[in-house]
């Protein structure tokens, strides 16, 4: 079969006005360590069940993907002036188990309101500046919209955001500092089990807080996605 390619990745997700303009990025660019982790990752999911992974084990996990950082991850994208987008470039994945990819907002722009329906997640700030405002179900409130905000922070470089199933389930993340952020997601999305759920947030009162679905194709989301072909990274260490 034939293999995909950065570079013709590249000039195919470019757009006509030529406001795109990506870095040519192979599988020798990749970092040791990152390459290292996605063996490790590899491995050690392959004993677990990915939907009851146990605290102890998302944690082995999220402290090694946070001792990642920019000299690992070759960026694959280099904003144009005046351009406002948020790239996804999905570097690795393990069908049904976990995917790593490394998401790039420009300043001034946010990934809306979403869940992570039992999911781990691990966010990595690489460089640049993000806010990220968390929420959970709010169980006791009448209703399934209802959420309780449970967590708002800063991160910049070397400091990162957990997801967990019983916690921190829907958050926004609004970009201060054009940014890089390497994130493992424990399952990955899947359409029909586990889709990508966005949200608009309303304020009713006092520490009332409900949220109604927005459909997808409603949803102003400048953002370009960027696939690495995982056969190109067989030969891990």
């Known amino acids: 079969s034939t293999q995909s390619t950065w570079e013709d990745q590249a000039s195919t997700s470019s757009s006509s006005d030529g406001q795109d303009e990506f870095a040519s990025v192979t599988p ?10 996605i063996d490790f990752a590899t491995k050690f999911l392959s004993t677990k069940d990915p939907l009851r992974l146990s605290r102890a084990d998302f944690e082995v ?31 690795w994945e393990q069908p049904g188990v976990f995917t790593i990819t490394m998401i790039e907002p420009k300043a001034g722009r946010s990934l809306p309101l979403h869940d992570h ?8 700030v690489l ?12 169980n006791a409130a009448e209703g399934v919209s209802s959420v309780r905000a449970t967590d708002v922070g800063v991160y910049g ?25 390497l994130d493992i997601t424990i399952p990955p999305y899947d359409r029909a089990t586990r889709p990508c759920t966005w ?24 953002c370009r996605s960027r696939r690495f072909d995982a056969q190109s990274l067989e030969s891990l260490p």
């Not at 020798?28 to 982790?37: D, Q, S, Y």
């Not at 402290?63 to 470039?89: E, W």
């Not at 921190?168 to 201060?176: A, F, M, R, W």
């Not at 309303?202 to 109604?212: D, Q, T």
Request: hydrophobic share 35%; net charge neutral.
């Open 127 to 138: 460089y640049g500046q993000v806010e990220v405002k968390s929420y959970d179900w709010d």
């Open 28 to 37: 020798e660019k990749l970092g040791m360590a990152l390459r290292n982790f």
């Open 199 to 222: 949200f608009e947030l309303r304020e009713l009162g006092p520490a009332r807080l409900e949220v109604s679905k927005v459909r997808e194709d409603d949803l102003f989301f400048p």
């Open 117 to 124: 329906t039992g999911m781990h997640v691990c966010h990595n």
């Open 61 to 91: 996990l999220r402290k090694k993907i946070m001792s990642l950082n920019l000299a690992d991850v070759q960026r694959p994208v280099r904003h144009r002036r005046g351009q406002s987008v948020v790239y996804f470039t999905d570097i």
């Open 157 to 181: 470089p070397g400091e990162g955001v957990v997801v967990e199933p019983e916690r921190n389930q829907l958050h926004e993340v609004i970009c201060h500092k054009d940014a890089g952020i």
